[in-house]
């Protein structure tokens, strides 16, 4: 055991301190104003957000989770339709299509990335006619290849979900993350990518009927104050000091998203042959967590831990083996999730980790060198 303090796996306390300064001033300035919900803040971060997005319209919503919920709703999914996601992403998309009445799809993932399979969603696309939305999830901060799984979708008459809670910033050639499906959906949960100092969310539409309609529901449903228009709606909102937060910290999204990729880059270079990392050195890749692939995972785990260095699992239950889910995927096969599921631990990676800290990651990495 080494004498030294824990590398952590996230820190949020640590603040780059003219950042600390900008917030505390702007927190100042909401709780001097007396407008706490709905106020100029939110109105600047969801045109800043949208500015991001191409211009498509944002909703700015509680959590991402809500946002998901949100996102099926506006596209008319409810009790009885079939959709399509996959099982190792944390079964956030999982919940919402419960939330709303629907039933999940489970689509395996490819070996290479983690990221849901082309080839498993036209199978069970085929095997499910019925399916009218798929769930695209950028896992790990990486671009799924959602351009092919978006033709593939549209096939079949589905609708297409991205969600970037993981992927903010995230792009490839055909444009960013958030901009290549129907809706998009996003969580500001403090350590995210774009994270606030509590919750938020937001959701995307390509349609601006669809985003009117979230952006109803998210209102108890009314089409005018107090009018209750739609049954299924709830209350979903950001308050003032988290969209005053967010708003300092959008410009520096690509910023902060090389940092990470840098880290990421660091750890590719100093691993053995028998090693991995769910990544690409290149803007499809955000760095929101670096995700080694290893056989021999709990002697992974425990060189680290012997070494005073945090790591995670993201994520130790697949969606069919949560207790509280297990009757809805009775024969769900999805082995290529089941083998990644055993092998994938996730090391610290943050844009205000030290270089001590990268140093003594890449040490125990070098200790299993061939």
Not at 259 to 275: C, D, F, G, H, Q
């Amino acid at each position: 055991m080494i004498n030294a303090p824990d590398v952590p796996f996230n820190d949020l306390s640590r603040w780059n301190q003219d950042e600390k300064r900008e917030t505390l001033a702007l927190i100042d300035q909401v709780l001097s104003s007396g407008i706490f919900l709905n106020g100029p803040q939110t109105k600047k971060l969801q045109e800043n957000l949208s500015s991001l997005l191409g211009d498509r319209e944002v909703v700015l919503v509680g959590n991402g989770t809500d946002a998901l919920t949100l996102a099926l709703l506006a596209l008319n999914i409810g009790p009885g339709d079939l959709v399509a996601t996959v099982p190792n992403a944390g079964g956030y998309a999982t919940g919402a299509i419960l939330r709303v009445g629907a039933k999940p799809i489970l689509i395996d993932v490819a070996l290479d990335d983690a990221q849901m399979s082309p080839s498993d969603l036209q199978a069970k696309l085929e095997m499910h006619p019925g399916v009218r939305a798929v769930v695209v999830t950028h896992l790990y901060g990486l671009m799924a290849p959602i351009l092919e799984l978006r033709t593939i979708a549209e096939s079949f008459g589905c609708v297409t979900i991205e969600d970037c809670a993981q992927s903010i910033g995230a792009s490839v050639p055909s444009g960013l993350a958030g901009t290549l499906g129907d809706a998009s959906t996003f969580s500001f949960y403090p350590t995210k990518n774009l994270g606030g100092v509590g919750d938020g969310g937001a959701v995307s539409f390509k349609s601006s009927e669809h985003a009117l309609l979230a952006r109803q529901l998210a209102q108890y449903g009314w089409t005018e104050r107090y009018r209750v228009s739609h049954e299924r709606g709830f209350n979903s909102r950001i308050d003032e000091v988290q969209a005053a937060v967010l708003t300092t910290r959008v410009s520096k999204i690509n910023e902060l998203n090389m940092r990470r990729r840098e880290i990421a880059m660091n750890y590719v270079n100093s691993l053995p042959s028998s090693m991995r990392i769910l990544m690409r050195n290149d803007e499809s890749y955000i760095g929101h967590l670096v995700v080694l692939e290893a056989k021999n995972r709990n002697d992974v785990i425990g060189a680290f831990r012997s070494n005073k260095i945090q790591t995670s699992i993201h994520y130790p239950i697949l969606d069919q083996d949560q207790p509280g889910w297990r009757h809805h995927f009775v024969g769900a096969t999805t082995p290529n999730a089941d083998e990644l599921s055993t092998r994938i631990v996730s090391l610290p990676c943050f844009p205000l980790l030290s270089i001590d800290e990268i140093n003594r990651v890449i040490t125990v990495l070098q200790s299993f060198k061939d």
